[in-house]
Every structure is written in C-alpha cells, then in structure tokens.
C-alpha cells in the first residue's frame, strides 16, 4: 500500500506541470502576435465602442484613452475581405473615432476593430455588431398603417387648423411629420410636426390646394439617417355651415330664464330653423293638469349660458357656463318617467352636394347620465348614425362623424336624446347642446 502511494503522488505532480505547461502554450499562441522578442508589444484597444445605423451606411464611434502610440485604426468586416483605415493623430488627452462606412448593403454586420501604431504592433480585437437599413425597411413603412394622418384640417380663408390623429402603437416609433401645403404665395412650403404635438396652424394657406403629408422614422436610437412613408395627400375641409344649416348655434330667439318654464313643469319651445318630433305646444302646468298631454314628462328649449331654470320641478337646472367658442344660446332636452314617444330631439333637414362631410358638434350632461341614449348626429338613406354622450358629467365632449355623399340628397342633422329608463325628473339626463359645425372637402 505504502509502494502504491509513493509512485501516485509524484505522478499527480507531473500531470500538473504538464498541463500547467500545456495551458500557458496556448495563452501564448493566442497572444503571440502581440508578442516580439519575448517582450508583449500591443497598442491599447478602443473604448466605449458603437456603432450607428443609417441608409446603406453605418457610423461606428469609438474612445482612444491610454495609449499614445497608436496611429490608426482599422475596421474589418465581412470576415476581413473589407475593411477601412482611420489614420489617428493622438493628443495628450482622449482621442475619438469617428468613421462613417458608406455603401453597405441592407444586413447585419459585425465589425472588428482593432488600434495600430507605427511599427505595425496593433491592440487586441473589439467586435460590435450594427444594422444597415435600406428599401426593405423603408418599404415596411406603409402609409396606410405608419403614416401619420391628418385627422382634421378645416380651411378658412388663408388659415387652415388641422390636428393629427392619436398616435398608436406604431406611429409612436416615428420622429415627427412633415407636413407641405401651397402658401398664398404660389410656394411650396414645410411644417414640421414633432411627435409630441397634435394640433396645427396654418396662416398663409391658398384655398382649394391640398396638404401632403409623411412621417419620419430613426430605425434605431441614435441612427445617422431618417426613413420616410410614402407621401399622403389630404384635401382641407371648408366650413360650410352657413351655407346648409339655419341656426347652427341655436343663437336665435333663445329664452330667457324668466320668460321660460314659469309656473310650468314641461314645455316644447319652438327652434328657429329646426322642427321638433313632438310639436311646441301648450304647456303642462304645475297643478297638473295636462293642457297637452303629448308634451307631458317633455322639455325641450333654446336657452342661455348660465342661467337658472328650475321655477318649476327642476327642468333644466343651472345651465353651463358660456363655452370658449362664443355665443350665448345652446339647446337643452330633458325628458323623465318614459313618456310617449320616448325619443326627444330637435332636427333639421339639409340638401347636399357631393363631397366628404366632417359633423362637429359640443355637448354636455348634468345630472346622470343613465337611463337614456343619445339621438346626436345625421340620417341619410334611412339610417341614423349617432354618437354616444360623455358619461362624465358636466364636462363638455367634442362629437365628429364623417360621412361620403356620392349623389346629390337629403341629410337629416338631430339632436337629442331617446329614454330608456322610467326614471323621474331627479334621476334623468338633461342634455345640452351646441356649437354645430358642418366640414366639406371634394371627394
């Protein structure tokens, strides 16, 4: 037992030198180009290396801190059948690279970099691998999803206000837009639009022209070159309001809190310009007796900005305060209990011509917003097509529907709402509205 160890112990120790001799052979064929003389003879690597995508191109920057030595810098890539020479004059401070390498195909690379000095001694190798974007990545900027598009864009006069849609997934990614229009001046000119930003003015836009717009991507942070989707065309809309509808801001003969609904409980007030599906008509007095029963559990009127009507079974309360856009008369429509019929509104009827039609209109909901749907938008062809009122109450919502007309006809505007609950005077909707706008652009 005692022979046995004496011969594993001494042969245990060799096989370490052994591979001990083994492993620093190849720590030296790996660093034998480094190696003269028996002496290590290497320049410092680069620092901090990046590299930048662009269109068939690439900006690779780099740090040269430590080594004073090095004269140049070479970049190899392709598996070294291509590289570039940066000649380098050292300071006493940190040094930069900064090399642009034009004419790449679409791909992805990765490049070896390495420092040389004049004696040809060169540093260790630093790889970084980049993108070289080209016609494939801008061909997957398609308008239909990646552009950014004009929501609204209203021409009046030389001013043209337009908004650009929400941005989405996608469109978040981009840089900002570009926006041409003809000037009043017969040149072309550019608006840029930052990611940031939704709404714009134009003040020196020729009537009648039309807006192209794009928008512009980076493929990568930092990347040395934008990328376009193709361009939109976008043709202005024009307020034509006053051409088609009567009484748009319901600004005619709008009453007053003291001449309305004195002593009265429901009422059906005339609005100039716009017929009403239960007729204006006697009202229902406070002692119940129902003079015209049609109107029974109905209020609908002109009123004023931030005016009290309640003399009588809280009809419409306190009326908001005035809007930003002016004018001091909006419509109101109350109905409770479910009354026959249960739809209340107000209409107006409009012939238009050809053309694509933007319907703006403001409205706002006090008191609950529960128990009845909004009758709010057009009819054309015997199809209604409303837009829901705010849940929030109190808060004014902006409405917007878009519709074509292909042939000459009849569009009906309405405003108000349906009930759909049996619910009293206290617990139903008062709804008010105003500020019709109606929008026209060639088709």
Known sequence: MNKIEKYIFPSIILLLITAGLW??????????????????????????????????????????????KVSEVRVFWNTHKDSVVVP???????????????????????????????????????????NVYGERYEASLTAAIMNRNIAVGINSGVNLDGNLAALNDL????????LKYTATDDSEKELIMPINQSDFKISDFKAGTNVKYKTVYLPEEGAIDSFFTPESLFAPQVD??????????????????????????????????????????????????ASNKPIEYKKLAPVLYNSTYNTAGNVFGT??????????????????????????????VITLPIGKYTLVWNSLVSQTATGASSLMGYEMDGLPIYDSYSTALNVWKTHSLVFTVTTPKS?????????????????????????????????
């Not at 791909?107 to 190798?125: Q, W």
């Not at 930003?324 to 019929?341: D, F, I, M």
């Not at 005077?425 to 509205?433: R, V």
Request: glycine share 10%.
């Open 23 to 68: 492993s620093c052979s190849s720590i030296d064929d790996t660093y034998k180009d480094f190696i003269k003389d028996g002496e290590v003879s290497y320049t410092g690597k680069i620092d901090s290396l990046h590299v930048y995508g662009g269109r068939n191109r690439v900006n690779i920057k780099g740090l040269i801190i430590s080594d004073p």
């Open 88 to 130: 380098i004059t050292r300071t006493s401070g940190i040094d930069e690279l900064d090399v642009v390498i034009n004419d790449l195909d679409e791909n992805i690379y990765n490049f070896e970099v390495r420092t040389y000095d004049k004696l040809g001694n060169k540093s260790v190798p630093v790889y970084v691998i980049g």
């Open 171 to 178: 469109t978040a990614k981009s840089s900002y837009s570009i």
């Open 240 to 289: 034509v309001t006053s051409l088609y509808v009567v009484n748009a801001g319901f600004e005619t003969n709008p009453l007053g809190p003291t001449a309305a609904f004195v002593g009265v409980v429901d009422g059906i007030y005339a609005v100039p310009g716009w017929s009403t599906n239960t007729p204006p008509g006697t009202n229902l007095t406070t002692n119940g007796v």
């Open 319 to 348: 009326t908001p305060q005035i809007t930003q856009t002016g004018g001091s008369g909006l419509l109101a429509v109350k109905e409770h209990w479910l009354p026959s019929p249960v739809e209340l509104y107000a209409q107006q």
């Open 411 to 443: 569009v009906i505007i309405r405003m108000g709402y349906k009930k759909t609950a049996n619910a009293g005077g206290g617990g139903s909707p008062i709804l008010f509205m105003d500020n019709i706008i109606l929008l026209r652009s060639d088709l």
